[in-house]
């Protein structure tokens, strides 16, 4: 059997993307000291951060603070301190993380987290979203407001749902004015529609990287690294810059063949979020087998840019409203995530599906077994279906899903032996 | 003259039917005309009926339904509703439909649409987006143009043309149900030892499976003779039920409840029936009626979102009308809307000072030992606080 291999990303991005990160705090510790900036309270899915922007307000978002925490091995205390209020063992622990480290006064960095000027909660798909949201208004007696965002249940978004949502789009500018007192800066909010164009299409071009051999960088556990910067930076100057950056990075590595291992062995498409408080552990299972993710539906929570969508500055509110409506997987229906994985394995060229059940996440799960006989059946490609979660590190079993995944990667290597015998 | 209890035995047995033999009795009775199921909580089932078609209100497989394949569809962690309804479709019990209706009450109910839609391509299978933000101006007219779309897919299906006045008189027969559930809940608030819960709930649920038409005159019925029947009080405390809005509990669990000393004065089984607070206007345009009333005049439940009234004084405005010395939670297990609002709920409960207790059910469940020694504990608690 392989050994065990550790692996590192190799490159500068790694480091550029925690710097960017911790600033991102420090802004937050700021405005708790002294007021300044406005803050407000997002989600990351199909999000409408460039109102924030036109208004020099900065997001919080507590799904990057809960998975801080729980990479950082510390999500089990405030996940307790919430379920001794009354928070039930199914309920998404993110959620309960969230709210434990607002009761127990515990942030990712150990700065301070400011009382948002709005909760605003773009509902996009996740219905958890709006209890959460709910919860922590009541917490925080900060106000709130739901965006409704219509479910994608055809392939396109109609145009009442488009109009339904610039509407509420427009409502929103108006509660921001009130809010911080500042008028509506429509040629700040075209600036910032036009910095998420750029930072789209460069991640975008980054994730096309990923369907050569050797992918320059995977595309789960790597992407998810870039991920901080790109919700928190996705419409500003300091995001274009970084994922230029990043681009070229990822350039050099395919100009000079470096893979993410010195040999990649195999191709993954991973469905699902990862078990934040095993992250590495979980990371270095895959390493272990120079099993490399090429393309992965979690890393398109924040938008899914690869198929060509982007934002756009001649239509700022429309875009907005159809990023929300159908550029993010979460507001995608369920039969176009298994047409999205199905492109992913055909045009990335995969060996495998990975699916990660995640107890907490009913959008993402539910239904999983049934995705997977669609991809063994229907596509005829081998998956591997296993089990956790993604904060609450008690259903991780290390050994378990260890096996599994060994016993997965030894069936692999086995049919592309016989495939190449034959 | 209708003899109540067989009334109510009629009706338990009509809703334990997994073979749907009331809907096919009306499939035959209407040849060519379609029957359109609808996954709870709530659907516009009066746009339903102008479409000429029979709305049926599913409500899972209860405790007769063996899962053998729908357990490796869906896994750990989802409640049983979910996976009991793709299992009625899978083992061919859902044949008498030609569509499905669901909305936006929770992830596992969505993806279980789309699921459904792969699995069974011959069924019609919509979604429709009922709004969350109803403080929004734009959620009525949202919502309108999501009713016209059904309306069209109805039309299409079915070839029957949706008129206003077809949709008018649906709405008049709906609102006639209502306020008969409603006299019927205000009845069993009033005397709770006429009326037991259980029996007012399948006299209710059984309206999921039958024309409005007929549930009306059921009700009317029932109601008649409600006024004569005798009762005896009984030493209960009054008990509101909250959180089974959805997923239904066994019936064995109703009736326990009852008999460890609880008036259950009121309750959210089934709670799509009683869907709106008043009528749903019948002069205006229907559709916009009928979503204006979605919007502004629906009774508050865990799977529609208004911040402009918050759930938790809905709960606590409902103790207060029914008098109630206490709220039950009746929660299905993994159903994570009822368990979010638990939390609010209950803290709202313990600032009014209203008891609780959390009682966490599967509508498949067989063994009560333990739930029954809670409930008897909690009601002994009361009566000798
Ligand atoms: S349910 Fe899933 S998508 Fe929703 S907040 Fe929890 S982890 Fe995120
Ligand atoms: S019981 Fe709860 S979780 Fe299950 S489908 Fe109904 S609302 Fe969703």
């Known amino acids: ?6 692996t590192e990303y190799r490159g500068s991005i790694h480091q550029r993307q925690k710097d960017l990160m911790l600033k991102w705090y420090e802004r937050l510790n700021e405005a708790a000291e002294t007021g300044t900036p406005p803050t407000a309270s997002l989600m990351i899915s199909g999000n409408c951060v460039e109102l924030l922007e036109a208004f020099g307000a900065v997001p919080i978002y507590p799904e990057v603070n809960a998975l801080q925490l729980a990479i950082r091995h510390q999500s089990l205390e405030p996940i307790l301190a919430a379920e001794e209020i009354g928070y039930a063992p199914d309920n998404c ?5 969230d709210i434990g480290c607002y009761l127990k006064g515990i942030t990712p960095t150990g700065g301070k987290l400011p009382k948002p000027d709005l909760v605003l909660c773009n509902f996009v798909g996740c219905n958890t979203y709006v209890k959460w949201f ?10 709130l407001y739901v965006l409704d965002v219509p479910f994608l249940c055809e392939d396109e978004p109609s145009q009442a749902a488009i109009d339904y949502v610039v509407r509420q789009l427009k409502e929103v500018v108006t509660l921001l004015e009130s809010i911080t007192g500042k008028k509506f800066d429509y040629d700040r909010f075209t600036e910032a529609v036009r910095c998420s164009a750029e930072v789209e299409e460069l991640w975008s071009q980054i994730k096309h990287l990923a369907r050569r051999t050797p992918s320059p960088f995977d595309a789960y556990f790597d992407a998810i690294t870039l991920m901080g910067p790109l919700y928190v930076y996705r419409a500003t100057p300091e995001g274009v810059e970084f994922f230029r950056a990043a681009l070229e990075e990822m350039w050099q590595k395919v100009a000079s063949g470096q893979g993410v291992y010195d040999q990649e062995k195999f191709r993954l498409v991973v469905e699902g979020p990862p078990p934040y408080p095993y992250f590495r552990t979980f990371r270095d299972m895959f390493a272990k087998w120079k099993a490399c993710a090429v393309a992965s539906t979690y890393s398109t929570v924040g938008g899914l840019w690869e198929f060509g969508a982007r934002h756009d500055p001649d239509h700022p509110f429309e875009s907005v409203a159809m990023h929300m409506l159908s550029q993010n997987v979460t507001n995608r229906n369920y039969l176009q995530r298994y047409e999205q994985i199905k492109r992913y394995i055909e045009e990335w060229n995969a060996d495998g599906l990975i699916i990660h059940f995640v107890k907490s996440c009913r959008l993402f799960s539910a239904g999983q077994g049934d995705m997977r006989d669609y ?11 296993i089990e956790s979660d993604l904060e609450d590190p008690r259903y991780f079993a290390e050994a378990q899903t260890r096996n599994r995944i060994d016993a997965f990667f030894e069936t692999l290597e086995h049919s592309k032996l016989t495939a190449k015998a034959v | 003259m209708l003899c109540l209890e067989r009334t109510f035995d009629k009706s338990q047995d009509q809703i334990a039917d997994l073979s749907f033999a009331r809907v096919g009795e009306w499939k035959d009775r209407h040849p060519g005309a379609k029957v359109i199921g609808y996954f709870p909580v709530y659907a516009p089932v009066e746009i339903i009926h102008a479409a000429g078609m029979l709305p049926v209100g599913l409500s899972g497989g209860g405790d007769r339904l063996d899962i053998q394949h729908a357990d490796a569809r869906f896994g750990s962690f989802i409640c049983s509703i979910i996976k009991t309804t793709l299992e009625m479709g899978l083992r061919e019990h859902l044949k008498m439909f030609d569509g499905i209706l669901f909305s936006s009450i929770c992830d596992s109910a969505r993806n279980l649409c789309f699921v459904m839609k792969r699995n069974f391509p011959d069924l019609y299978t919509d979604f429709l987006h009922l709004p969350h933000n109803p403080s929004s101006t734009a959620s009525v007219d949202f919502l309108a143009s999501e009713y016209r779309r059904l309306i069209q897919e109805l039309e299409r299906i079915g070839g029957h043309e949706v008129t206003e006045a077809g949709l008018k008189n649906a709405i008049a027969l709906y609102n006639h149900n209502r306020q008969l ?55 209960s405390i009054r008990v509101v039920v909250e959180g089974a809005f959805c997923e239904q509990p066994p019936l064995d669990l109703i009736k326990l409840v009852e008999d460890a000393g609880c008036y259950l004065v009121d309750d959210d089984f089934v709670i799509g029936r009683s869907w709106f607070t008043e009528d ?19 009774v508050y439940s865990s799977v529609r979102h208004d911040f402009r009234a918050p759930r938790w004084e809905g709960l606590a405005e409902k103790v207060k009308r029914s008098r109630a010395d206490a709220v039950l939670f009746l929660i299905a297990k993994f159903c994570e809307p009822a368990y979010f609002d638990y939390v609010l709920f209950k803290q709202k409960l313990e600032k009014i000072g209203v008891p609780h207790l959390l009682l966490e059910f599967e509508e498949k469940q067989f063994t009560f030992d333990r739930v029954r020694t809670e409930v008897e504990t909690f009601v002994e608690s009361l009566v000798f606080d």
């Open chain 1, 375 to 385: 991809v063994t059946k229907t596509l005829g490609v081998p998956t591997l279906y």
């Open chain 1, 1 to 6: 059997m392989p050994e065990v291999k550790q």
């Open chain 2, 181 to 235: 559930i409603r006299h019927l809940y205000a009845l069993r608030a009033q005397k709770p030892h006429v009326l037991r819960a259980w029996e007012s709930y399948v006299l209710v649920r059984a309206g999921n499976l039958m024309p409005v038409e007929e549930h009306n005159v059921l009700l009317e019925e029932s109601l008649q003779e409600l006024t004569q029947r005798p009762g005896k009080p009984r030493d």
């Open chain 1, 134 to 143: 709910e919860h922590t208004a009541v917490l925080t007696g900060s106000k």
């Open chain 1, 93 to 97: 622990a993110y959620v309960k993380a």
């Open chain 2, 280 to 298: 749903v206007p019948v002069n205006g345009d229907a559709v916009h009626a009928l979503a204006e009333s979605y919007v502004n005049r629906a």
